[in-house]
T-cell receptor
Framework: GENVEQHPSTLSVQEGDSAVIKCTYSDSASNYFPWYKQELGKGPQLIID?????GEKKDQRIAVTLNKTAKHFSLHITETQPEDSAVYFC??????????FGTGTSLTVIP | DAGVIQSPRHEVTEMGQEVTLRCKPISGHNSLFWYRQTMMRGLELLIYFNNNVPIDDSGMPEDRFSAKMPNASFSTLKIQPSEPRDSAVYFC????????????FGPGTRLTVT
């Protein structure tokens, strides 16, 4: 089955700096890659996603890049704010069926 | 839209008792997923339904776990009998289905089995 690895497990940045979280996947058939943000005591919230026919996608301060050849994708958050502090999960999926999640990155934005 | 609704939000029960978790998906969504989250194993899929039909239950840990979806607006996950190792946060997620792959998660049920 699919194996998704996520790094780093923890990340601290100063407010205003950028944060980058990286994931790799193993199954070349995976074609959908969502990113979720989970705040304490809440369910994961979809923040951005990308499909395999696209190399990059942006939404305001958040961007995701995908390298199909290398089987890795990354989340980029620019101009970080304290409210960006949360646990972020990547996932890989074949056509939206089973999601295989990474182990999560705990992001702390220091004011 | 109210989003995915789960109940109860917290459940504390004794080993051996039956536990039933409930989920109401987003109206119009055709797929429903049950996940379990623990520190050790992260987020893992237990079972998912398309159009109320169970498609893949290979993630269900053992026969003590069962899930049903009697109609498009309601699903249950039952554990009978419960064990301390079942303690976790259980999430329900729904998706429009078809070519729309996004899954939207509920707030979760925190289960503690003593």
């Amino acid at each position: 089955g699919e194996n998704v690895e996520q790094h780093p497990s923890t990340l601290s940045v100063q407010e205003g700096d950028s944060a980058v979280i990286k994931c790799t996947y193993s199954d070349s058939a995976s074609n959908y890659f969502p990113w979720y943000k989970q705040e304490l005591g809440k369910g994961p919230q979809l923040i951005i996603d990308i499909r395999s026919n696209v190399g990059e996608k942006k939404d305001q301060r958040i961007a995701v890049t995908l390298n199909k050849t290398a089987k890795h994708f990354s989340l980029h958050i620019t101009e970080t704010q304290p409210e960006d502090s949360a646990v972020y999960f990547c996932a890989a999926s074949i056509s939206g069926n089973q999601f295989y999640f990474g182990t999560g990155t705990s992001l702390t934005v220091i004011p | 839209d109210a989003g995915v609704i789960q109940s109860p939000r917290h459940e504390v029960t004794e080993m051996g008792q039956e536990v039933t978790l409930r989920c109401k998906p987003i109206s119009g969504h055709n797929s429903l997923f049950w996940y379990r989250q623990t520190m050790m194993r992260g987020l893992e899929l237990l079972i998912y339904f398309n159009n109320n039909v169970p498609i893949d239950d290979s993630g269900m840990p053992e026969d003590r776990f069962s899930a049903k979806m009697p109609n498009a607006s309601f699903s249950t996950l039952k554990i009978q009998p419960s064990e301390p190792r079942d303690s976790a946060v259980y999430f329900c997620a729904s998706s429009p289905g078809g070519k729309t792959y996004e899954q939207y998660f509920g707030p979760g049920t925190r289960l503690t089995v003593t």
